[in-house]
């Protein structure tokens, strides 16, 4: 397979234009970490962003980054830390969970919309995206919003490339808003709660003024050990201290938390942020799962009863991620029913390819929606040049 690698916009649209016309179809990468996220690939040669690379913009003041889309994550985070900044939304780095190498780009955050934990308080990715430069399928060179907040004008098509998975065109630069480093993070640990103690825990804690940064609940048996409740706070130090104790005593019916903090607590949280805990075994099919907090138990327990199944819970009970037995449907069929009567989206994030050819890997899209997703592909792709197929059939 015919592999691109330009340096440049420009490069990058000649290629485009090249391709229009021809039967060749691209799939677009930037690092390559989520590459089997998706259906198949159905296309004849790689277009990829790693060569453009390069810091654009960084005003510390604006609070604003601007980098070329193959610019690696890793570099533009070390930074941002040098000036005590980061981005809010804490993108999840895929490698252990899908098995890859690679590097992360700055492009990709966006183009698949990647959030962490933080989503609960700071948003999305696309809440903190602000501009874009891409290629669309004509092979022109498209800017969309700005490089500071004020200047975010016309036609929001930043908001529409965050999350379009590389359908839509090839970003060649993005600009993110960045907040600073809190000056301390301490997390509250309550031990042995069921999943619907759980998650009425984190509910009470997300529905006061003590200001959550992470809410997550692992079961027994994640993570090795028993059941935890994380409720993350972030600032500085007199306020942590006085919400932990707050927190306490509002929460005191659900036990006595441990406190966690330092390393062990980073590391923890990067752990949830990358559903670690289901890296293993490689052979397990993953979905991930976003409801309304106070169901994802209804939706686990539907599933669980059904299938062999871990699960672990974090936006509050929001998102849940799930490993199940990759054969047949991967739990397709299940996990959608349990979804549909509780109401939610799935998304197939981990399976052999047989498995994303055959099922659905993103929720399917009612009629009216899907012709409104096919009106979009064919404005941006008119040639169906990219990616295709890799979120719906025909598309």
Do not use: C
């Not at 996220?37 to 654009?56: C, F, H, K, M, N």
């Not at 890793?74 to 490698?95: C, I, K, S, T």
């Not at 492009?107 to 669309?136: Q, T």
């Not at 009425?200 to 079961?219: C, K, N, V």
């Amino acid at each position: 397979m015919r592999t691109y690698e330009p340096h440049d916009e420009g490069a990058a649209a000649e290629i485009v234009r090249g391709a229009v016309g021809s039967p060749e179809r691209l799939r677009l990468v930037g690092g390559a970490t989520k590459a089997g996220i998706g259906r198949p690939a159905q296309d004849e040669a790689t277009l990829s962003s790693v060569a453009l690379t390069g810091i654009t913009l960084y005003e510390p003041a604006e609070m604003v980054v601007a980098a070329r889309a193959g610019t690696p994550l890793a570099e533009v985070q070390a930074l941002l830390a040098a000036r005590g900044q980061m981005l809010p939304f804490e993108p999840m780095d895929h490698r252990s969970l899908m098995g890859t190498t690679g590097e992360p780009t700055f492009g990709a955050v966006a183009a698949a919309n990647n959030s962490g934990p933080r989503r609960i308080n700071a948003g999305a990715a696309r809440d903190s995206l602000i501009g874009v430069r891409f290629i669309n399928g004509r092979g022109q060179a498209i800017k969309s919003g700005g490089r500071v907040m004020k200047n975010v004008t016309g036609l929001d098509l930043v908001k529409l490339m965050a999350g379009s998975w590389g359908t839509l065109g090839l970003l060649t630069e993005v600009t993110f808003k960045v907040l600073p480093v809190q000056e301390r993070v301490a997390t509250l640990a309550f031990p042995d709660l069921d999943d619907a103690r759980a998650i009425a825990a984190l509910s009470a804690a997300l529905g006061s003024p003590f200001e959550l940064t992470g809410a997550a609940h692992l079961p027994a048996g994640i993570e090795g050990g028993a059941a935890r409740t994380l409720m993350r706070i972030e600032g500085f130090s007199e306020s942590i201290d006085y919400r932990l104790g707050e927190l306490r005593r509002l929460l005191k019916r659900f036990g006595q938390p441990e406190i966690v903090e330092g390393e062990a607590g980073t590391a923890l949280w990067a752990r949830i942020r990358d559903a670690a805990s289901f890296a293993e075994p490689r052979s397990a099919a993953v979905w991930r799962i976003s409801t309304a907090p106070t169901r994802g138990p209804a939706v686990t327990a539907a599933i669980g009863a059904q299938r062999d199944a871990r699960w672990f819970y974090d936006w509050g009970g929001g998102l849940v991620w799930l490993a199940t037995d990759a054969g047949g449907d991967a739990g397709a069929e299940v996990v959608r029913a349990a979804v549909r009567a509780q109401g939610g989206h799935a998304t197939l994030v981990r399976a052999p390819d047989a498995v994303r050819a055959a099922v659905p890997v993103f929720e399917p899209l009612a009629e009216p929606l899907m012709r409104i997703t096919a009106g979009i592909k064919a404005a941006h792709d008119p040639h169906g040049l990219f990616n295709p197929g890799r979120m719906y059939a025909g598309l």
